[in-house]
C-alpha cells in the first residue's frame, strides 16, 4: 500500500523538558521521525518547549515551535500553518497526553486534522487499568489477581480481599510514578493515598504481588496490512519489582526456554492486533513464573517507549524511522532495510552478540533520598554496551557508567563485610550488580544469592565465573608471568586492563604493554541486524576480542568526536545537541567523521549521524584501541561536557592532538590556583580563594577569606559536592564529606560574594576574533547552580557598564587562555564590581539554549573554527531577538518525596524549558523575579 498522498504536512509534538522517566530517548524518536518524513517530501511542524534538544533544531524540521507544550500553543501552530496530520507517538506520555486533551476539545476536529500512527482508543484502553485488565481476559490470557479503586475506601476493600504484599500502579502516570509494593499492612494507607493522588483520575490498580517473577520486554512494529515483526526482546536482570527503566536488561533473551518464548511472541503479537486499526510501534511487558512459565502480560504501550531507542542501537532496526513510514501508509514489505540495503523492513533482526543495558541514578545529588529501587523509576540515565557474550558486555557496561569503575568489581572500590553486602542483596539499591559479586568472592553460596535477590541462577553462574578467573589470576604476580590463553580468556570476558593490574597490584601501563606484545588486541564487529547473513552498509561497530576485524579505516582525514556518555545531572542531552552539529560541521569540511559513545537514548549514536560510529565506553582504553586503529587527524574533547575534557591530559601526554583549545588552555582554566593567578595578572577582579591539601589547611583559608566560604572539590561536574559554609564545624564537616567520596581531589575553598547578581557569556574565539553568542542573566543570586538557575537573555537589570566589563574580561581570558573554539565565562556582580567566577573552556549547558534563542548554528561556528577550517571573519551572522528568552529549570524531587529540596550550589535539576517574552512586564517573568526578590530578602 503506497502512503497516504493527502497528507502533506505533519505536526510532531515533542516529550518536554527532560525528567526522569522521560528522557533523551524521545529526542531520538522524534529526531528519527522528522528525518524520515522529510525524506517523504513530507513538510515537518514540530512543538517542543526543550531548547537542549536536536528535535527543535533547524537541522531536523522545517517548522519549530519552542512553545510550551499546551493545548493554546497546538491552536497557535495550527492557526499558522497549514497541517494535514498529526504524530503524538514520538513524544512519550507527554505527547499523548497532550493529543488526547486536544481530542476531547475538538481540536483535530475544528482544524480537519487526522491523528496518525496511534489510536486513541487504543490509548484509552492500555492505560485504563480496569478496562485493560478486561482486554486481556478476553483474549484467552491470565492476569495477577486485581481491583480497580478511585477512592480510599475502595482500596481498603480490595487489599482486604488480595492481601498483602501487594502492588499500586497508578493510572495515567509516567515513570511509574506514584506506584510501589506495599509489603506489611501498616504502610498501606500512606502508599495508597499517595497513589491516588499521583493518577490524573484518581485511579489505582491494586494487584497482588508477583515477586521473584522474571520480566520481559518486546518491541514490535505493525503496518496497515496488519503485519506485525518483533524487532527486539529484551530480558530483565533484575525480577519483577523493579521498574525496567531502573533494571539492567539484556538482550537477546539469556534464559528463556523456546516453548515460553513462542508463546509469548503469538501473546505479543495477539494483543498488538487487538488494539484498534493503527500503524506504529509498540512495546509489550511480560511477567513469567520461573517454576511453571506461565504467562501474564503487565502492559502494553501502543506507541515509540523508552525502550524503543534501547532496541534500535541493540539490533540496528531504526525503530522510529520505519514506525514514521508506517503511520503515513507505507507497509513493511514496501520498505528498505536501510541497513543492508537490500533487504526490506519485513524481517526480525538477528544478533549475534550480546548487550546489556545498565541504568545510572544520581543520589548522590538527593540528599535524604532512598536509593531503594522499586516500581518508581529513579534512573537519570543509562548506557548501552555490546559484547560478544554476556560478561563481556556486562562488564563493558560497568566500565560506561562514569562512576570511576573499571569493570565489575576486582577494583577498589569492592565491599568485604560479608553481613553489609547481605543485606544490600536483599534491599534492591543501584549498587547490587556489584554486591553480587562481592558476595560470590567471599564465598557466599550462589543458592543464598538467588534466594535473596530472585535473579535468575544462569546470570549468579555467569558472575561466579568472574570470582573463578580472578582466582587463578592470584597465582601470579606480574603481567609477564600470566599464560597467553588466559590473558584473551580475560579480556574476552570483559577485563580491562586496570582491574587486572589492581589483581596483581601493578600498573595498568604494564598490563597494556604486556598484552600488545602478545598480540591480544580489540577487533571491530560490525552491528549490521543480520548476524551476517546479508552484506550490510552500516558504518556500526562495537569492540570484541576475536580473530577477524570489520572495521576497515578509510584514507580519508579523520575526526572523532568524543560524546558525553550516560545523562546525568550536570551533564545531559545538551552535550548530545553540541556533538551532533559537530559531527555536521566536520563532514562539512571535508573530514571523515567519528562518534564514540555509549548512551542509546541519543541522535548522536544514530547509525547515519557519523561518517563511523563506535559504540563503546568513553574509557580510556577503549578509546585509545580505536584511535590506534584509525590514526585520526585529531580528537573533539570540547563537545562532550567534562566526560570528554577528563581525558584530555591522556591524550596530551600521549601526544595525540586534541582539535582546537590545547590541553595546557583546558587545564589553566580547570587548575583554580594557575587560573587565580592569570585572573591576577589580567587585572580581573576575583572572589579571594585557597586551595587546601587537608582540613588544616581548608580551615586557615577559610578564616582568611572569611565565611560565607563556598567549598568544593576541584574538577567536578554540575557542582558536585559543592555547598556554602558559615563556620569552621561546617567546613570541616563538608571537607571531611569530600576527601571521603573523592579522595584524589583537592578542596577549593572560595570567599562567596553574599547577595551578587550572577551571569554567564558564551563565545567563540579563534585566535583573532571574539564572537559573543550570548550574554545572560541568572534571575536567581548567586549562590545556586547556573544549571538550577533560571536565566534571562539578553540581560535584563545588569547596567551597561557592568556587561561592556563582562565582554572585555571574556576578551581578555580567551586570549590569555589560547582558546580555539567554544568558552563558557561566569560572573557575580555586587556592588557594579564585576568578578570572574570561573571559565569552562567547552560547550556548555547554555550553548544550545543561546543557539535556539537566536536561530543562530553557533556549533557548527565553533567546530569549524577548532578545526580551523573556517575562521569567524568568514561566517556572516547577525543573531537578533525580539524581547528576551528565559531558560527555566525543571526538576524531578516527586521522585524522591523525603529529598532536601533547598537549592544551593550543587546542581540538582533533570532539564529546561525555554519560554520567550517580549518586555519585562510579562507575567510568567514577573513571577520568577518575584521568586528572585524572595531569596534577596531570605
Known amino acids: 500500500m503506497p502512503k497516504d498522498s493527502s497528507i502533506k504536512s505533519i505536526l510532531i ?106 489510536d486513541l482508543d487504543a490509548i484509552e484502553l492500555t492505560e485504563n487499568r480496569d478496562e485493560f485488565k478486561k482486554h486481556v481476559i478476553k483474549l484467552g490470557m491470565e492476569v495477577a489477581p486485581s481491583f480497580i479503586a478511585n477512592s480510599f475506601l475502595e482500596g481498603m476493600e480490595a487489599a482486604q480481599k488480595i492481601g498483602f504484599p501487594l502492588v499500586i500502579r497508578p493510572s495515567y502516570t509516567l515513570g511509574g510514578h506514584g506506584g510501589g509494593f506495599v509489603m506489611k499492612e501498616e504502610d498501606y494507607k500512606e502508599a495508597l493515598r499517595r497513589g491516588l493522588d499521583a493518577s490524573p483520575t484518581h485511579e489505582v490498580l491494586i494487584e497482588k504481588a508477583i515477586f521473584g517473577w522474571k520480566e520481559y520486554e518486546l518491541e514490535l512494529l505493525r503496518d496497515a496490512n496488519d503485519n506485525v515483526v518483533i524487532i527486539c526482546t529484551v530480558e530483565n536482570f533484575d525480577p519483577m519489582g523493579i521498574h525496567t527503566g531502573d533494571s539492567i536488561t539484556v538482550a537477546p533473551a539469556m534464559t528463556l526456554s523456546d516453548t515460553a518464548f513462542q508463546q509469548m511472541r503469538d501473546d505479543a503479537i495477539l494483543m498488538m492486533r487487538s488494539l484498534g486499526n493503527f500503524a506504529g510501534g509498540c512495546n509489550v511487558q511480560f511477567a513469567i513464573d520461573p517454576e511453571t512459565e506461565k504467562i501474564i502480560p503487565i502492559e502494553i504501550n501502543p506507541r515509540v517507549s523508552r525502550s524503543s531507542a534501547l532496541a534500535s542501537k541493540a539490533t540496528g532496526y531504526p525503530i522510529a524511522k520505519i514506525a514514521a513510514k508506517l503511520a503515513i501508509g507505507y507497509t513493511l514489505d514496501e520498505l528498505k532495510n536501510q541497513i543492508t540495503g537490500s533487504t526490506s ?70 565491599w568485604i ?51 573463578k578467573y580472578e582466582d587463578q589470576l592470584l597465582k601470579f604476580n606480574v603481567p609477564e608471568d600470566i599464560p597467553t590463553e588466559l590473558f584473551r580468556e580475560l579480556k574476552e570476558v570483559g577485563y580491562s586492563d586496570a582491574q587486572i593490574a589492581w589483581v596483581l597490584r601493578v600498573d595498568e601501563d604494564d598490563v597494556t604493554k604486556e598484552r600488545f606484545k602478545r598480540g591480544i588486541r580489540r577487533t571491530y564487529k560490525m552491528v549490521d541486524t543480520c548476524a551476517a547473513e546479508f552484506e550490510a552498509q552500516t558504518p556500526y561497530f562495537y569492540s570484541t576480542f576475536d580473530q577477524e576485524n570489520e572495521s576497515i579505516p578509510s584514507d580519508k582525514k579523520k575526526i572523532i568526536v568524543l560524546g558525553s556518555g550516560p545523562n546525568r545531572i550536570g551533564q545531559g542531552i545538551e552535550f548530545d545537541y553540541c556533538c551532533v552539529h559537530g559531527l555536521l560541521a566536520i563532514k562539512e569540511a571535508g ?33 585509545y584501541e580505536i584511535i590506534e586503529l584509525e590514526k585520526p587527524e585529531g580528537i573533539i574533547v570540547q563537545l562532550g561536557g567534562q566526560t570528554a575534557l577528563k581525558l584530555a591530559e591522556k591524550f596530551h601526554k600521549r601526544g595525540i592532538k586534541i582539535i582546537g583549545s590545547s590541553f595546557e588552555s583546558l587545564d589553566l582554566a580547570e587548575d583554580r590556583g594557575r587560573f587565580s593567578d592569570l585572573l591576577k595578572e589580567l587585572d580581573i577582579p576575583y572572589p579571594d580563594y585557597g586551595v587546601a591539601n587537608d582540613i588544616d589547611e581548608a580551615l586557615a583559608i577559610a578564616n582568611r577569606v572569611s565565611y560565607p566560604v563556598l567549598v568544593r572539590p576541584s574538577y567536578v561536574l554540575g557542582g558536585q559536592r559543592m555547598k556554602i559554609v558559615i563556620n569552621d564545624e561546617e567546613l570541616e564537616k563538608q571537607t571531611l564529606s569530600i576527601y571521603k567520596h573523592l579522595p584524589d581531589n583537592k578542596v577549593l575553598i572560595d570567599q562567596f560574594l553574599d547577595r551578587a547578581k550572577e551571569a554567564e557569556i558564551d563565545a567563540i574565539f579563534d585566535g583573532e576574533e571574539l564572537m559573543i553568542m550570548g550574554i545572560m542573566e541568572h534571575i536567581e543570586p548567586a549562590g545556586i547552580h547556573s544549571g538550577d538557575s ?149
Not at 543520589?363 to 543509562?382: C, P, R
Not at 564514540?596 to 580510556?620: G, H, Q
Open 591 to 623: 573530514y571523515e567523521a567519528i562518534m564514540i559513545n555509549c548512551n542509546p537514548e541519543t541522535v548522536s549514536t544514530d547509525f547515519d549521524m557519523a561518517d563511523k560510529l563506535y559504540f563503546e565506553p568513553i574509557y580510556w582504553e577503549h578509546i
Open 13 to 118: 509534538i515533542g516529550s518536554g523538558p527532560i525528567i526522569i522517566g522521560q528522557a533523551c530517548e524521545f529526542d531520538y524518536s522524534g529526531s528519527q521521525a522528522s528525518r524520515s518524513l522529510r525524506e517523504e517530501g513530507i513538510e515537518v511542524s514540530l512543538i517542543n518547549s526543550n531548547p537542549a534538544t536536536i528535535m527543535t533544531d533547524e537541522v531536523t524540521a522545517d517548522n519549530i515551535y519552542l512553545l510550551p507544550l499546551t493545548t493554546e500553543s497546538l491552536e497557535y501552530i495550527l492557526q499558522n500553518e497549514k497541517i494535514d496530520a498529526v504524530l503524538p507517538t514520538m513524544g512519550g506520555q507527554t505527547a499523548l497526553n497532550l493529543a488526547i486533551e486536544a481530542g476531547k476539545e475538538g481540536l483535530w476536529e475544528k482544524y480537519g486534522i487526522k491523528m496518525i500512527g496511534v
Open 345 to 414: 523492513a519485513y524481517f526480525e533482526p538477528t544478533l549475534d552478540y550480546v548487550i546489556v543495558k545498565m541504568p545510572r541514578w544520581n543520589f548522590d545529588k538527593f540528599h535524604g533520598s532512598d536509593n531503594t529501587l522499586g516500581l518508581q523509576m529513579k534512573s537519570v540515565g543509562e548506557v548501552m554496551s555490546i559484547g560478544r557474550n554476556f560478561l563481556e558486555a556486562l562488564q563493558k557496561a560497568c566500565q560506561s557508567l562514569e562512576n570511576n569503575r573499571n569493570g565489575l568489581g576486582a577494583d577498589k572500590k569492592e
Open 790 to 938: 533560571s536565566a534571562m537573555l539578553p540581560t535584563y537589570s545588569l547596567s551597561d557598564a557592568s556587561v561592556e566589563k563582562m565582554k572585555e574580561y571574556t576578551a581578555k581570558l580567551a586570549k590569555a587562555l589560547n582558546i580555539k573554539g567554544l568558552i563558557n565565562i561566569q560572573f557575580a556582580i555586587k556592588d557594579e564590581k564585576v568578578y570572574v567566577i570561573e571559565a569552562n573552556p567547552r560547550a556548555s549547558r547554555t550553548t544550545p539554549f543561546i543557539a535556539k534563542a537566536y536561530k543562530t548554528p553557533f556549533l557548527n561556528i565553533a567546530t569549524h573554527v577548532m578545526l580551523g577550517s573556517k575562521k569567524l571573519k568568514d561566517f556572516k551572522i547577525n543573531p537578533t531577538l525580539d524581547g528576551y528568552a528565559i531558560k527555566v529549570p525543571v526538576f524531578s524531587f516527586n521522585k524522591f518525596p523525603n529529598v532536601d529540596k533547598q537549592l544551593g550550589p550543587e546542581m540538582k535539576s533533570t532539564g529546561e524549558m525555554i519560554r520567550f517574552i517580549k518586555d519585562l512586564n510579562d507575567p510568567y517573568f514577573r513571577k520568577l523575579d518575584r521568586d528572585r526578590s524572595m531569596y534577596l530578602t531570605n
Open 417 to 467: 563485610r560479608t553481613q553489609d553486602i547481605l543485606e544490600r542483596l536483599e534491599k534492591v539499591g543501584d549498587d547490587r550488580i556489584f554486591r553480587i559479586k562481592d558476595a560470590l568472592r567471599l564465598g557466599v553460596p550462589s543458592k543464598t544469592v538467588h534466594k535473596l535477590t530472585k535473579i535468575d541462577p544462569w546470570f549468579i553462574k555467569q558472575i561466579k565465573r568472574l570470582v
